[in-house]
């Protein structure tokens, strides 16, 4: 495999960790939301999967971002019965994110991030020696 070809792989994964960081920071800003009217759901974590897809120009099998998908889950229930959203029992229901996992997914995703660029670097960094090396 070129420098070229290994850049542009990495690229692909910065792509797909950047949309996983998208999706994670709407699962944050929505941690306590509830629903809008009373009895209703709330908003439901969201999910994205990759997808391994054969680059036939490169010849070589890419990572790119798939669907985004809701996750299945039951939603916490509080019992709250003055808030304007709480169902004929006194309970509010609550999204199913828990931000402990959201924070480690986060990290998780900044890591592999990081990582891609690290290749990136070090390819850019192989290519300006190489041409160092036949200036010479």
Known sequence: MDLQTSMQLAFGGMTAQGSRLKVIAENLANADSTATKPGGDPYRRKIISFRSVLDRKLGVT???????????????????????????????????????????????????????????????????????????
């Open 62 to 136: 890419a990572v790119k971002p798939g669907p985004v998908q809701s996750a299945v889950g039951d939603f916490e229930r509080r019992y709250d019965p003055g808030n304007p959203v709480a169902d004929a029992d006194g309970y509010v229901r609550l999204p199913n994110v828990n931000p402990l996992v959201e924070i480690m997914d986060m990290r998780d995703a900044q890591q592999n991030y990081q990582a891609n660029l690290t290749v990136i670097d070090a390819a850019k960094a192989m290519i300006a020696r190489t041409l160092d090396l036949l200036r010479s």
